[in-house]
């Protein structure tokens, strides 16, 4: 069973292999090369271009051989792990001992709990008295951002109203070829006003039709009796030239 790689040898993998991307080979482009053999007037010598590129990954080489050795990799890989232990380390004795030195670097200062955390002065009272003007500077930074994060919740909060008053107000939008409720409201030349405008067109011909019954049936003093008047309605709306179909 393979034993595990460690922390360092798995940063020594990375720091070689990006080691290696770095102390590769140069060559001129396929389409550089086809362009520069186009040209008619002006192209440069393949022969002066190849031994440039030779000289070129000659002191690439003897420089990635002097700054990427593997015995520097392995050094930068174990200052990397020995890092991330003592990171480690800081964080398992405790949030105490952070905050009597300092604000801790992780500390997200976008996050609104991590704001609100922040103490108003600065924590540790020796560097205070020592950098008077510096501990002044961050109390002020940390008033300046607790009210920047305030104005953040308020406005968060209207954005919030919006969009539910946005979504309530879906249903009374009107799509894009124009129909929906808002073909129901009461304005200037709307529908509602075209179809009282038939409705009083319409109760004019039923008003002048039944008075026109009514005159040529029963005499103008009397009161036609009520099955009269039923039956002259009866004949009304079954005439088609009242109400075409």
Known sequence: MAATPTVTQHKEAFINSQSRLLAGS????QRWTASNERQSDGALDPRLVKAATEAVNTSIQEHGKRVYAPQANRAL?????????AEADRKIRGEEEDEAEGIAKEVDLVNDKAIESLPNAWPSDKNATDHPEAAKRYADDVATLQALNEQRSEIRQRVEQLR????????????????????????????????LER????????????????????Q???????????????????DGTAFPR
Not at 26 to 29: F, G, R
Not at 199 to 218: N, W
């Open 77 to 85: 890989a174990e200052q990397i792990a020995q890092s991330y232990a």
């Open 199 to 218: 409705m009083r067109t319409l109760l004019v011909r039923v008003s002048g039709r039944l008075g026109k019954l009514s005159d040529g049936q029963h």
């Open 26 to 29: 140069v060559t001129p482009s």
């Open 164 to 195: 539910r008053l946005q979504s309530r107000m879906e249903p009374l939008q009107a799509t894009e070829a124009g129909q929906g409720i808002q073909e129901n409201l009461v304005t200037r030349n709307g529908e509602v006003e075209k179809e």
């Open 220 to 238: 103008p003093d009397m009161e036609p009796p009520a099955e009269t008047r039923k039956l002259d309605i009866d004949n009304f709306l079954n």
